[in-house]
């Protein structure tokens, strides 16, 4: 019998998940840097789904070339936000616009940020970048519709549409596509990896493949040293 | 002479003010080379080393003004005013540095207790409460008091605030905070020297000759501080090593910071006529090793190879000031000597032949 595509199980996993209360969940993600070929659909799948403007960018893949020739290795990692337990980049806000929500998620209240920077100064993955205002079309004779074009983050519907957008000057970042999982969608990154390298799911559901393929393998995690406890997994 | 050099401050000032304006209302981030990677740049280092000052300023002038004026005395009054005015202009530039520089009133609004920076700006507020409460009460000792405390508190939040960032090698050290206050007390003791010694107040030379050994102690104590947190970075990771080495190696560092602002200022000491001048150079000093100090936290990329993962201009680790970031530096920083020097002249002199 031929495996069923993991998009499938994980979608099955999401509706799982999705029918507990929020605090009983734990989103979480597996990247398999094995499988993962460096094609960059997660990043333009993402920059996409979210308008994402010049100078945001939620998940790029760094390319890394480690060894000494002959004995050369590439590898590609993936690097979303890592929806830390402890999130250093909450404590340093200075207002209380970013907070870690009852399921995991560290949210930013686009309303209520300032623009100060300290959460993307004190991320230690980077994964915090900062909406200058500036589209992809600055100083041509028109800006193009797709840039106006209304997103959705924290089930909300948003608008770049002038400089008064209460996304533009705040701080920006991956948050596992909030307003798709509400709508029992998976994140736009794992639908559109072609070497079905990253693995969604709820941490506290046993039966999930998320789970289940951390226990099978030996997983990793990026800077474990500064407490901030990701909930972003490598192989 | 000064007249000219006055009417030329307040042309690059108003001209800094043009330009600030335009950033924050016109042109936006647009004008700024700070981007996710180097999320803060010249305004932010100039912002601390201001802060710094106006800190120190406060506590110098309060410890060495003549004890029998009972906190009533001009040179009370004009370090508390230099002080505030300094705290203002860093202000203005955090505020413009804000993606929101409307918005930035939300601190006071939305508490946010676990972060230095919000007791950092409340306690701002509450120094400013404390300044115009002197002019206008007659509370003079306790509000001198409790704003000395308040300079204290807001150095210590900064110091905290930058010390406690994991994520950053060069920052994130118990030895931040030593090094904030020891900058704190040379900048504010630099600082109420040319307020006391350059604008023509009339200040008992006996308390002059204590601030000018005040200012030559405070520069030695700050670079053995520093000294000292830049040897212990390089027992530190492979990231703090290269920030450190970075950090060192810029001009604003060791030429401005070394140099021109420690080095020299302690030759002129020696010279009771040159004192003004060594004061000017140590505050010049002060703003290029705050600015050496955010610009190398930046170094160390989070993740190897991140700023090549996606290629845009604003996700780099690349970061030299762009000219709109320059003009309003330069213009604030006229400004605030300029305000300085009209605020001795308007209400301080005034005060002092009554």
């Known amino acids: 019998m031929a495996q069923q595509d993991i998009l ?48 945001v960018v939620y998940r790029p893949v760094i390319d890394q070339m480690t060894g000494v020739y002959p004995d050369v290795k590439r590898k590609f990692i993936p690097r979303p936000c890592f929806q830390c337990e402890n999130p250093s980049c909450v404590s340093v806000c200075p207002v209380g616009a970013t907070k870690k929500e009852a399921d995991g998620i560290v949210s930013i209240n686009y309303e ?31 800006k ?57 799911g709820d941490l506290k559901d046993e039966q999930s493949l998320l789970v289940q393929t951390l226990k099978k393998g030996k997983p990793y995690r990026f800077k474990e040293e500064t407490g901030n406890d990701p909930q972003v997994y490598y192989l | 002479m000064m007249k000219t050099v006055r009417t030329l401050l307040l042309l690059l000032f108003v001209v800094g003010i043009a330009a600030a304006f335009g950033k924050a209302f016109i042109w936006g981030e647009s004008v700024t080379k700070y981007g996710a990677y180097v999320p803060w740049g010249l305004w932010i280092g100039i912002y601390i080393a201001l802060v710094g000052a106006a800190a120190g300023c406060v506590v110098w002038g309060a410890w060495l003004s003549p004890k029998n004026s009972d906190g009533k005395g001009t040179e009370t009054a004009s370090a508390l005013l230099a002080a505030a005015l300094c705290l203002a202009f860093g202000l203005a530039f955090v505020g413009i540095d804000l993606g929101k520089p409307l918005q930035g009133f939300r601190i006071f609004l939305h508490p946010a207790f676990a972060s230095p920076l919000a007791w950092a700006s409340w306690l701002y507020g509450l120094f400013f409460v404390c300044v115009v409460g002197y002019f206008l009460t007659a509370m003079k000792r306790p509000l001198l008091l409790l704003a000395v405390v308040c300079a204290i508190g807001f150095t210590v939040a ?7 960032m994991v994520s950053r090698p060069l920052w994130n050290s118990w030895l931040t905070t030593p090094l904030f206050l020891a900058a704190a007390a040379s900048a504010g003791a630099a600082l109420l020297l040319l307020v006391w010694q350059g604008t023509g107040l009339k200040v008992d030379p006996v308390v002059l000759t204590k601030l000018r050994k005040v200012l030559a102690a405070t520069l030695v104590i700050y670079a053995l501080v520093e000294g000292i947190d830049v040897a212990m ?13 970075r950090m060192i190696s810029s001009y604003g560092f060791w030429l401005l910071y070394g140099v021109i602002g420690t080095l020299i200022p302690l030759l002129l000491l020696l ?19 705050k600015y050496a100090f955010v ?54 002199m005034p005060k002092a032949a009554q």
């Open chain 1, 8 to 55: 499938i199980v994980m979608q099955a996993d999401l509706e799982r998940a999705l029918k507990k209360p929020a605090g009983q969940r734990r989103w979480a993600m597996l990247i398999d840097t094995r499988k993962c070929v460096g094609c960059h659909a997660c990043t333009i799948g993402c920059v996409a789904e979210h308008k994402l403007p010049p100078g």
């Open chain 1, 112 to 142: 209520t940020c300032i623009g100060c920077r300290s959460c993307v100064a004190n991320c230690p993955y980077g994964a915090r970048t900062f909406d200058r205002g500036v589209d992809y079309t600055q100083d041509t004779p028109q």
């Open chain 1, 144 to 200: 193009q519709p797709y840039e106006a074009a209304t997103f959705y983050e924290y089930d909300k519907a948003w608008k770049r549409d002038s400089h008064s957008s209460a996304v533009v000057g705040s701080a920006r970042k991956c948050h596992f596509c909030t307003s798709r999982l509400t709508k029992g969608l998976l994140p736009v990154c794992v639908t559109t990896c072609i070497g079905r390298a990253t693995y969604f």
């Open chain 2, 158 to 164: 900064e110091a905290l605030f930058f010390g406690q």
């Open chain 2, 233 to 245: 970075a390089f027992s530190g990771s492979p990231e703090k090593v290269l920030a450190v080495k």
């Open chain 2, 271 to 289: 010279r009771t006529d040159r004192a003004v001048l060594a004061a000017g150079l140590s505050l010049v000093g002060a703003v290029g090793s």
């Open chain 2, 295 to 348: 610009r190398y936290g930046f170094v160390p990329e989070p993740m190897p190879g991140l700023s090549k993962a996606f290629q845009d201009a604003a996700l780099q680790t690349r970061y030299f000031p762009s000219p709109v970031e320059w003009v309003v530096a330069v213009g604030l920083l006229a400004g605030l000597i300029w305000v300085i020097l009209l605020a001795v002249e308007k209400i301080l």
